[in-house]
Protein backbone atom coordinates (compact mmCIF):
# COMPACT_ATOMS: atom_id res chain seq x y z
CA UNK A 1 0.00 0.00 0.00
CA UNK A 2 1.57 3.57 -0.94
CA UNK A 3 0.29 6.56 1.62
CA UNK A 4 0.96 10.23 1.47
CA UNK A 5 4.01 11.49 3.19
CA UNK A 6 4.12 15.28 3.44
CA UNK A 7 3.58 16.87 -0.21
CA UNK A 8 4.30 12.72 -1.43
CA UNK A 9 1.09 11.33 -3.47
CA UNK A 10 1.07 6.95 -4.62
CA UNK A 11 1.77 6.82 -8.34
CA UNK A 12 -1.10 4.54 -9.59
CA UNK A 13 0.44 1.49 -12.47
CA UNK A 14 0.40 2.03 -15.74
CA UNK A 15 -2.29 0.49 -17.12
CA UNK A 16 -2.04 -3.10 -18.45
CA UNK A 17 -4.19 -5.73 -20.39
CA UNK A 18 -7.33 -6.13 -18.54
CA UNK A 19 -7.46 -2.61 -17.51
CA UNK A 20 -11.67 -1.30 -17.70
CA UNK A 21 -10.74 1.98 -16.52
CA UNK A 22 -7.77 3.77 -15.91
CA UNK A 23 -7.23 7.56 -14.77
CA UNK A 24 -4.25 9.71 -15.60
CA UNK A 25 -3.35 12.87 -13.63
CA UNK A 26 -6.56 13.63 -12.76
CA UNK A 27 -6.89 17.61 -11.92
CA UNK A 28 -9.82 19.85 -11.31
CA UNK A 29 -9.94 23.34 -10.26
CA UNK A 30 -12.81 25.86 -9.59
CA UNK A 31 -11.81 29.21 -9.48
CA UNK A 32 -8.47 29.09 -7.08
CA UNK A 33 -9.72 26.31 -5.33
CA UNK A 34 -8.39 22.89 -6.42
CA UNK A 35 -11.21 19.94 -6.09
CA UNK A 36 -8.77 17.22 -7.74
CA UNK A 37 -5.06 17.14 -7.56
CA UNK A 38 -2.99 14.81 -9.78
CA UNK A 39 -5.60 11.77 -9.47
CA UNK A 40 -4.12 8.57 -11.23
CA UNK A 41 -5.95 4.87 -10.35
CA UNK A 42 -7.06 1.90 -12.65
CA UNK A 43 -9.64 -0.67 -12.15
CA UNK A 44 -9.36 -3.93 -13.26
CA UNK A 45 -12.06 -5.93 -15.34
CA UNK A 46 -14.60 -7.45 -12.54
CA UNK A 47 -12.74 -5.81 -9.64
CA UNK A 48 -14.45 -3.74 -7.26
CA UNK A 49 -12.89 -0.59 -6.29
CA UNK A 50 -14.15 1.44 -3.07
CA UNK A 51 -13.91 5.37 -3.06
CA UNK A 52 -13.89 6.71 0.32
CA UNK A 53 -13.19 10.23 1.59
CA UNK A 54 -13.79 12.59 3.98
CA UNK A 55 -16.36 15.19 2.69
CA UNK A 56 -15.20 17.56 0.01
CA UNK A 57 -12.45 15.53 -0.62
CA UNK A 58 -13.60 14.77 -4.35
CA UNK A 59 -15.21 11.86 -4.61
CA UNK A 60 -18.21 13.16 -7.04
CA UNK A 61 -16.07 16.07 -8.78
CA UNK A 62 -14.22 12.26 -9.41
CA UNK A 63 -16.94 10.79 -10.73
CA UNK A 64 -18.53 13.33 -12.90
CA UNK A 65 -15.02 13.36 -14.50
CA UNK A 66 -15.08 9.45 -14.82
CA UNK A 67 -18.54 9.93 -16.11
CA UNK A 68 -18.09 12.47 -18.97
CA UNK A 69 -20.47 15.26 -16.80
CA UNK A 70 -17.25 17.32 -16.37
CA UNK A 71 -14.30 17.69 -18.53
CA UNK A 72 -10.96 17.74 -16.05
CA UNK A 73 -8.11 20.62 -16.12
CA UNK A 74 -5.41 18.09 -16.35
CA UNK A 75 -5.09 14.13 -17.29
CA UNK A 76 -6.61 11.74 -19.02
CA UNK A 77 -9.35 8.81 -18.74
CA UNK A 78 -8.72 5.62 -20.73
CA UNK A 79 -12.30 3.07 -20.65
CA UNK A 80 -10.61 -0.25 -22.07
CA UNK A 81 -7.50 1.29 -22.63
CA UNK A 82 -9.07 3.85 -25.35
CA UNK A 83 -9.05 7.34 -24.58
CA UNK A 84 -12.20 9.08 -23.68
CA UNK A 85 -10.90 12.15 -21.94
CA UNK A 86 -12.82 14.56 -24.83
CA UNK A 87 -15.90 11.95 -24.71
CA UNK A 88 -19.42 13.57 -23.62
CA UNK A 89 -21.47 11.24 -21.38
CA UNK A 90 -23.30 9.88 -23.51
CA UNK A 91 -20.70 8.33 -25.78
CA UNK A 92 -18.96 6.93 -22.43
CA UNK A 93 -22.17 5.62 -21.36
CA UNK A 94 -23.12 3.83 -25.19
CA UNK A 95 -19.18 2.28 -24.57
CA UNK A 96 -20.57 0.69 -21.41
CA UNK A 97 -20.09 3.25 -18.80
CA UNK A 98 -23.12 3.38 -16.13
CA UNK A 99 -23.41 5.59 -13.46
CA UNK A 100 -26.13 5.95 -10.12
CA UNK A 101 -26.33 9.54 -8.62
CA UNK A 102 -26.15 10.81 -5.06
CA UNK A 103 -29.57 12.43 -5.72
CA UNK A 104 -31.75 9.90 -7.32
CA UNK A 105 -32.52 10.48 -10.48
CA UNK A 106 -35.44 8.58 -11.95
CA UNK A 107 -37.92 9.40 -14.55
CA UNK A 108 -40.80 10.09 -11.92
CA UNK A 109 -43.57 9.51 -13.90
CA UNK A 110 -42.65 6.37 -15.84
CA UNK A 111 -43.53 2.68 -13.84
CA UNK A 112 -40.75 0.68 -12.53
CA UNK A 113 -40.61 -1.35 -15.59
CA UNK A 114 -40.14 1.26 -17.90
CA UNK A 115 -37.73 3.13 -16.55
CA UNK A 116 -35.66 -0.14 -16.39
CA UNK A 117 -36.54 -0.57 -20.01
CA UNK A 118 -35.59 3.13 -21.34
CA UNK A 119 -31.63 2.19 -20.68
CA UNK A 120 -31.98 -0.18 -23.91
CA UNK A 121 -34.26 2.05 -26.06
CA UNK A 122 -30.87 4.04 -27.47
CA UNK A 123 -30.15 0.40 -29.01
CA UNK A 124 -33.24 1.19 -31.73
CA UNK A 125 -36.11 -1.26 -32.28
CA UNK A 126 -34.53 -1.98 -35.83
CA UNK A 127 -36.54 -1.29 -39.52
CA UNK A 128 -36.69 2.76 -38.80
CA UNK A 129 -40.43 3.86 -39.62
CA UNK A 130 -41.79 1.47 -41.47
CA UNK A 131 -41.11 -0.99 -38.59
CA UNK A 132 -42.59 0.83 -36.46
CA UNK A 133 -46.11 1.67 -38.58
CA UNK A 134 -46.33 -2.11 -39.37
CA UNK A 135 -45.20 -3.56 -36.15
CA UNK A 136 -42.81 -5.70 -37.82
CA UNK A 137 -42.03 -9.22 -36.22
CA UNK A 138 -38.09 -8.17 -35.66
CA UNK A 139 -39.57 -4.85 -33.74
CA UNK A 140 -41.75 -7.16 -31.76
CA UNK A 141 -38.86 -9.66 -31.09
CA UNK A 142 -36.76 -6.98 -29.62
CA UNK A 143 -39.59 -5.13 -27.81
CA UNK A 144 -40.25 -9.05 -25.95
CA UNK A 145 -36.76 -9.34 -25.80
CA UNK A 146 -35.78 -5.92 -23.91
CA UNK A 147 -38.91 -6.89 -21.40
CA UNK A 148 -37.24 -10.27 -20.61
CA UNK A 149 -34.45 -8.62 -20.04
CA UNK A 150 -35.97 -6.26 -17.65
CA UNK A 151 -38.16 -8.37 -16.21
CA UNK A 152 -34.95 -10.69 -14.91
CA UNK A 153 -33.29 -7.28 -13.13
CA UNK A 154 -36.26 -5.95 -11.83
CA UNK A 155 -36.36 -9.50 -9.87
CA UNK A 156 -33.10 -9.45 -9.15
CA UNK A 157 -33.27 -6.57 -7.45
CA UNK A 158 -36.32 -6.80 -5.69
CA UNK A 159 -38.72 -4.76 -7.91
CA UNK A 160 -41.18 -7.58 -8.76
CA UNK A 161 -43.67 -6.22 -6.20
CA UNK A 162 -43.79 -2.26 -7.53
CA UNK A 163 -42.94 -2.78 -11.59
CA UNK A 164 -45.71 -1.69 -12.49
CA UNK A 165 -46.00 1.57 -9.80
CA UNK A 166 -44.52 5.17 -10.73
CA UNK A 167 -40.85 5.68 -10.04
CA UNK A 168 -42.08 8.94 -8.61
CA UNK A 169 -43.98 7.01 -5.72
CA UNK A 170 -41.31 5.01 -4.00
CA UNK A 171 -39.58 5.34 -1.03
CA UNK A 172 -36.32 6.60 -1.46
CA UNK A 173 -34.64 2.85 -0.90
CA UNK A 174 -36.49 0.93 -3.52
CA UNK A 175 -36.17 4.22 -6.03
CA UNK A 176 -32.65 3.82 -5.26
CA UNK A 177 -32.68 -0.07 -6.37
CA UNK A 178 -34.73 1.27 -9.66
CA UNK A 179 -31.48 3.50 -10.48
CA UNK A 180 -29.45 0.57 -9.84
CA UNK A 181 -31.63 -1.77 -12.23
CA UNK A 182 -31.48 0.62 -14.92
CA UNK A 183 -27.51 0.99 -15.00
CA UNK A 184 -27.28 -2.78 -14.89
CA UNK A 185 -29.79 -4.01 -17.42
CA UNK A 186 -27.73 -3.06 -20.33
CA UNK A 187 -24.73 -4.93 -19.25
CA UNK A 188 -21.72 -2.34 -18.13
CA UNK A 189 -18.57 -2.65 -18.88
CA UNK A 190 -17.57 -0.28 -15.96
CA UNK A 191 -20.64 0.77 -13.45
CA UNK A 192 -20.19 3.89 -11.08
CA UNK A 193 -22.34 3.92 -7.79
CA UNK A 194 -22.89 7.12 -5.89
CA UNK A 195 -23.48 6.18 -2.64
CA UNK A 196 -26.01 3.20 -3.43
CA UNK A 197 -26.86 2.47 0.03
CA UNK A 198 -28.46 5.45 1.23
CA UNK A 199 -31.99 5.17 2.05
CA UNK A 200 -31.66 1.62 1.83
CA UNK A 201 -32.68 -0.50 4.77
CA UNK A 202 -30.42 -3.75 5.89
CA UNK A 203 -32.36 -6.22 3.74
CA UNK A 204 -31.90 -3.99 0.61
CA UNK A 205 -27.83 -3.28 1.14
CA UNK A 206 -27.51 -6.76 1.96
CA UNK A 207 -29.72 -7.61 -2.18
CA UNK A 208 -27.22 -3.78 -3.62
CA UNK A 209 -24.17 -6.00 -2.57
CA UNK A 210 -25.61 -9.32 -4.18
CA UNK A 211 -25.89 -7.52 -7.10
CA UNK A 212 -22.75 -5.86 -7.07
CA UNK A 213 -20.78 -9.28 -7.01
CA UNK A 214 -23.13 -10.42 -9.42
CA UNK A 215 -22.63 -8.23 -12.18
CA UNK A 216 -19.21 -8.03 -12.33
CA UNK A 217 -18.91 -12.08 -11.49
CA UNK A 218 -21.30 -12.75 -14.64
CA UNK A 219 -20.01 -9.58 -17.05
CA UNK A 220 -16.69 -8.79 -15.91
CA UNK A 221 -17.60 -5.28 -15.01
CA UNK A 222 -15.23 -3.13 -13.23
CA UNK A 223 -17.14 -1.46 -9.96
CA UNK A 224 -16.09 1.74 -8.40
CA UNK A 225 -18.07 2.67 -5.04
CA UNK A 226 -18.50 6.01 -3.67
CA UNK A 227 -19.72 5.02 -0.26
CA UNK A 228 -19.89 6.27 3.65
CA UNK A 229 -20.58 3.11 5.09
CA UNK A 230 -17.29 1.49 5.73
CA UNK A 231 -18.54 -1.40 6.36
CA UNK A 232 -20.63 -1.81 3.29
CA UNK A 233 -16.78 -0.90 1.36
CA UNK A 234 -14.88 -3.05 3.48
CA UNK A 235 -16.94 -6.23 3.03
CA UNK A 236 -17.92 -5.62 -0.98
CA UNK A 237 -15.02 -4.22 -2.42
CA UNK A 238 -11.20 -5.98 -3.66
CA UNK A 239 -9.56 -2.51 -3.30
CA UNK A 240 -10.09 0.99 -1.66
CA UNK A 241 -8.94 4.35 -2.51
CA UNK A 242 -8.91 6.59 0.02
CA UNK A 243 -9.05 10.57 -0.95
CA UNK A 244 -8.18 13.94 1.22
CA UNK A 245 -8.54 16.90 0.16
CA UNK A 246 -8.80 16.25 -3.60
CA UNK A 247 -5.63 14.13 -3.76
CA UNK A 248 -5.32 10.22 -2.96
CA UNK A 249 -3.86 9.61 0.70
CA UNK A 250 -3.99 5.91 0.44
CA UNK A 251 -4.59 2.27 -1.89
CA UNK A 252 -5.15 -0.43 -0.40
CA UNK A 253 -6.90 -4.09 0.18
CA UNK A 254 -9.80 -3.32 3.36
CA UNK A 255 -7.39 -4.84 5.96
CA UNK A 256 -4.92 -2.48 4.83
CA UNK A 257 -6.59 0.07 4.59
CA UNK A 258 -8.63 -0.17 8.24
CA UNK A 259 -4.62 -0.17 9.57
CA UNK A 260 -3.32 2.79 7.89
CA UNK A 261 -2.71 5.58 10.58
CA UNK A 262 -3.08 8.51 7.47
CA UNK A 263 -6.51 6.90 7.36
CA UNK A 264 -7.02 6.87 10.46
CA UNK A 265 -6.65 10.01 11.20
CA UNK A 266 -8.10 11.82 7.78
CA UNK A 267 -10.94 9.61 7.73
CA UNK A 268 -12.12 7.45 10.19
CA UNK A 269 -11.64 9.99 13.43
CA UNK A 270 -8.24 8.80 14.82
CA UNK A 271 -5.35 10.52 16.02
Same mark, same amino acid.
Given at each position: %? *???????? #??????? #???? /?? +??????????? *????????????????? +????????? *?? &???? @?????? #???????????????????????????????????????????????? /????????? +?????????????? !???????????????? &??????? #??????????? %?????????????? /???????????? *? !?????? !????? @??? !??????? +????????? %??????????????????????????????????????
Amino acid at each position: %M *TTVDGARA #PVAPRPE #PGTA /LA +LDGITVRFGGI *TALEDVSLSVAHGEVCG +LIGPNGAGK *TT &LFDV @ISGVRA #PDAGTVRLGGDDVTGANAVARARRGMRRTFQRVQTFGWLSVEDNVISA /LEWRGGGGG +LLADLVWSPTRRRR !ERERRERASEVIEQCG &LGAVRHE #PAGSLPIGLAR %MVEVARAIVDAPQV /LLLDEPTSGLDE *T !EANRLG !ERIQA @IRA !EAACAVV +LVEHDVGFV %MRQCDRIVVLDLGRVLAVGGPSEIQADPAVRAAYLGEA
